[in-house]
């Protein structure tokens, strides 16, 4: 495993030499050795690493931004149009900005609340996820998605729940996965009510 896999998953902070928990936000770190999958996860519920849980939500998610600015221009919608309205005299200002206010506000809050249930559903698994041991499958670059002509990285990974087979899969901007071997074990978290909401742990 090379040296450019030893950052933080947590917060990217980057270390020379491995250590098992990152000394910035104290989550686990992925160890370097193929054969070891690393420290149980603890028992559920977890914290998260500080910081973690809004990166999932927000980081690389463009609605998150767009639905924050819709909500901010609607909120400054209503404040202006009526105080327009009052100081001029023209109650037609008052309706027509609350009737914007209301119709900004709803796109942008509907947005918000679906970046943010998006998100619960991709903590959930780390804060009450069960524990089991898996193993690494097909790595590959993910060609569906394309930041500024770069993508990321796409691990699958297999583990099994109430006996039954399932496979998850993580993207990932760090190229040093490539080094993950197959049948590599990996610790996988699952929501025991529904084991297709799935993460590993450490992440990648
Ligand atoms: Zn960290």
Redesign the pocket.
């Known amino acids: 495993m090379t040296t450019a896999f030893i950052r ?6 980057h270390y020379d030499a491995f250590q098992s928990l ?6 686990a ?1 992925f160890p370097p050795e193929p054969s070891d999958p690393g420290a149980v996860p603890p028992p559920a519920p977890r914290a998260l ?1 500080k910081g973690y849980a809004r990166n999932l939500m927000f980081s690389g998610n463009p609605l998150g931004l767009v639905g924050g600015i819709f909500f901010a221009v609607g909120l400054l919608l209503g404040v202006i149009f009526p105080t327009i309205g009052i100081a001029t005299g023209l109650w037609l200002m008052l309706l027509i900005g609350g009737f914007l206010a209301l119709i900004f506000t709803t796109l942008g809050g509907t947005m918000l609340y679906v970046v943010y249930q998006a998100g619960m559903n991709k903590v959930r698994p780390y804060k009450d996820g069960v524990a089991v041991l898996g193993e690494v499958g097909n790595v590959y670059k993910n060609p569906l998605v394309n930041v500024n002509g770069r993508n990321p990285y796409t691990v699958e990974y297999l583990f099994r729940a109430d006996g039954r087979p399932f496979e998850g899969q993580m993207d990932t901007w760090s190229s040093a996965v490539i080094d993950l071997e197959k049948g590599q074990p990996l610790h996988v978290l699952y929501l025991p009510e529904d084991p297709l909401q799935n993460v590993i742990y450490p992440p990648l």
Do not use: A, N, R, T
Not at 8 to 13: A, G
Not at 22 to 27: I, K, W
């Open positions: 933080c998953p947590w917060c990217s902070v990152c000394d910035q936000c104290g989550g770190l690493p």
